[in-house]
């Protein structure tokens, strides 16, 4: 079988993360980057990579299986994903959860009428994190869901915070609160609200004569990222984010505690501690990209999502090879 031939969007830590995922899939060939910049001003590490300006994927006709869309949720997939939808077979990782209805609605849509096939929100969470609280509502009915992210840097609400009028550089921590965590651990099944499991810290850099405290309502008052939680805005200098921000670390908990129908207790927990969240990020968009060229060869078509793909698409092995040494 021919290798997936790849395409990314943006060149930003995804695109980038991407990039360096393709050197570990034999399978897989990275084609081209598509940029909204000068191509020019784009350094990629690969030698002999092409670096082209994105009007050239209006054509349809780019000579790649499936694009990778590397923007960020807040404004550039919801508009992205739809419209390349209708052009080739697409990936993002769109993760503002509670859009994700109508995110889906609209890539569904251009993906049917035009025979492609999408899949959206994939990442770690949305993505991997989404099917470990499915098995874990399979496993225990009688239960309930925890998910606790960080500490580490979100790359979707540092985007949102960069995304103001003022501000020229950002980034946000997601701090799980612990109390909250080992109470969860503990089997007490506790009520916990949104602003009781996480806080948020933000490091910003301001443009030149920005208004701080209107840079910092918008902040904290951010619908889907920042208002329901307890939000902390620091303003600092460019230089003290490259020294003491730069690197790109996060993880998280999925638990799911309950118990059997004679009452015993049971808690199931799933962890992620990543150096870099691009990089882990990219890996999965990149196995899932397998998924859909293949889903695509069999005449799939619209959106998915990480629950419609069976997990044997992901993988460079065929079915007789994970049998043997993965089952």
Sequence with gaps: MANVRLGVLGYGNLGRGVELAVRQNDDIDLVAVYTRRDPEDVEVETEGLAVKPAEVLETGEEPID???????????LPEQTPHYASLYNVVDSFDTHARIPEHFDAVNAAAE????????????DPGLFSLNRLMGNCILP???????????????????????????????????????LEAVRSGSNPELTTRQKHTRECFVVLEKDADPNEVARQIETMPNYFADYDTTVNFITKKELKRNHSAMPHGGFVLRSGQSASGAKMLIEYSLKLDSNPEFTSCVLVSYARAIARLSAEGKTGALTVFDIAPAYLSPLDGAELRAHLL
């Design 66 to 76: 499936v694009l990778i869309l590397c923007g960020g949720s807040a404004t550039d």
């Design 113 to 124: 009428a035009a025979g492609k096939t999408a899949i959206i929100s994939c990442g770690w």
């Design 142 to 180: 009688d239960g309930a869901d925890y998910t606790f992210w960080g500490k580490g840097i979100s790359q979707g609400h540092s985007d949102a915070i960069r995304r103001i009028p003022g501000v020229a550089d950002a980034k946000q921590y997601t701090i799980p609160v612990e109390s909250a």
